[in-house]
């Protein structure tokens, strides 16, 4: 029987399809993982969903979590709409074992098969969260999205980080290690077939798939909590967490770094201690964008 994960570096990886996914697969990306999920739909005020969701009147909602992770979100849907049914995939088991009845996860799932047999044309809501660096083909994923959401109602939600550091007053330098970070990580990835960078083409990928009502609202994320504004302090506060506290800068750049450019464990903590002091630095005002994507399947294309 094939090994469910593997070490490396000191991180744990799932095993399935192997180099699948470049990222761990262990408990401290599952608490990174739960961080985020607090710091999207607590601290930065987001509803669970903000597309519409208007299901069939002799039909109960059906919901898709593509990209699942931790399952909360799948969960927090199936509470929420309990004459719902919600699906969560993902190419590894880090859900919890007590889950609403209404609530089932597909594992392992590879979002980037050519085809999906999970019923086209009849989900009302599937929903995209930090999929970036996990996917080869945004207008390939859009296209399956597209065909499995109801003609007419069903909307594709999408969230995304886009991790490039941004700086309003000059207290983040241009040689800055937080945008060596960024630049190292970007490099690295582009060599792969699974880019982190975020896509500005977002909103014309979607058109060209078919979606009308695009919308898009975008959030500032500090490194750390030094906004004067209240939300953007928690959310500055949870987005430190998940990166240092939570070994999320770690997470995301031992396989990129080490696999691409041959760094060793050594290289990447040292040059990961100058990026984690400059976060934890409360003269330095950078941030990040949380980019939510909304849009709709029409009834005819």
Same mark, same amino acid.
């Given at each position: 029987m094939?090994?469910?994960?593997?070490? %490396? *570096?000191?991180r744990?990886?799932?095993?399935?399809?192997?180099?699948?996914?470049m /990222?761990?697969?262990?408990?401290e990306?599952?608490?990174?993982?739960?961080v985020?999920? *607090?710091?999207?739909?607590?601290?930065?005020g987001?509803?669970l969903?903000? $597309? #519409?969701?208007i299901?069939e009147?002799?039909?109960?909602p059906r919901i898709m979590?593509l990209?699942?992770g931790?399952?909360?979100?799948a969960?927090?849907m199936?509470?929420q709409?309990p004459?719902?049914?919600?699906? +969560?995939?993902?190419?590894?088991n880090?859900?919890?074992?007590?889950?609403?009845?209404?609530? #089932?996860?597909?594992?392992? !799932? *590879?979002?980037?098969t050519p /085809?999906?047999?999970l019923g086209?044309?009849?989900?009302d809501?599937?929903?995209m969260q930090?999929?970036? +660096?996990s996917v080869s083909?945004?207008? *390939?994923l /859009?296209a399956k999205?597209?065909?499995?959401?109801?003609?007419?109602? +069903?909307?594709? %939600?999408?969230?995304?980080i886009?991790?490039?550091?941004?700086?309003d007053?000059?207290?983040?330098?241009p040689?800055?290690?937080?945008?060596?970070?960024y @630049?190292y990580l =970007?490099?690295?990835? @582009?060599q792969?077939?699974?880019?982190?960078?975020?896509?500005?083409?977002?909103?014309?990928?979607?058109s060209?798939a078919?979606?009308?009502?695009i919308?898009? &609202?975008v959030?500032?994320?500090?490194y750390r909590?030094w906004?004067?504004?209240?939300?953007a302090f928690n959310?500055?506060n949870?987005?430190q967490t998940?990166? @240092?506290?939570c070994?999320?800068l %770690? $997470?995301?750049s031992?396989g990129? !770094?080490?696999r691409?450019f041959g760094?060793?464990k050594?290289e990447? %903590?040292g040059?990961?201690? +100058?990026?984690? $002091?400059?976060? &934890?630095?409360r003269s330095i005002?950078?941030?990040t964008n949380i980019? =939510?994507w909304? $849009?709709? &399947?029409?009834l005819? &294309?």
């Amino acid at each position: 029987m094939q090994q469910e994960w593997y070490e %490396e *570096n000191g991180r744990w990886y799932h095993a399935w399809q192997k180099g699948l996914y470049m /990222y761990p697969h262990d408990e401290e990306e599952r608490h990174r993982m739960d961080v985020y999920h *607090n710091l999207f739909y607590d601290k930065a005020g987001l509803s669970l969903h903000s $597309a #519409r969701l208007i299901p069939e009147v002799t039909r109960r909602p059906r919901i898709m979590d593509l990209g699942c992770g931790t399952g909360f979100w799948a969960i927090d849907m199936g509470e929420q709409y309990p004459e719902g049914e919600v699906l +969560g995939l993902d190419l590894a088991n880090l859900q919890p074992a007590q889950i609403p009845p209404n609530v #089932r996860f597909q594992i392992p !799932f *590879n979002f980037e098969t050519p /085809y999906w047999s999970l019923g086209q044309d009849s989900w009302d809501l599937i929903h995209m969260q930090m999929l970036c +660096g996990s996917v080869s083909s945004w207008p *390939n994923l /859009y296209a399956k999205v597209f065909s499995h959401l109801r003609p007419g109602f +069903g909307c594709i %939600e999408q969230l995304e980080i886009d991790l490039e550091p941004r700086c309003d007053d000059g207290t983040l330098p241009p040689d800055s290690y937080l945008r060596q970070w960024y @630049d190292y990580l =970007v490099r690295a990835t @582009d060599q792969t077939p699974k880019t982190i960078r975020y896509s500005h083409n977002t909103r014309q990928a979607l058109s060209q798939a078919g979606f009308t009502d695009i919308s898009e &609202r975008v959030i500032k994320a500090p490194y750390r909590a030094w906004s004067t504004d209240p939300t953007a302090f928690n959310i500055g506060n949870f987005h430190q967490t998940a990166l @240092d506290l939570c070994a999320g800068l %770690e $997470a995301l750049s031992l396989g990129p !770094f080490s696999r691409v450019f041959g760094w060793s464990k050594q290289e990447i %903590e040292g040059f990961l201690a +100058g990026v984690r $002091a400059e976060i &934890r630095n409360r003269s330095i005002h950078a941030y990040t964008n949380i980019h =939510v994507w909304t $849009a709709r &399947r029409p009834l005819a &294309r």
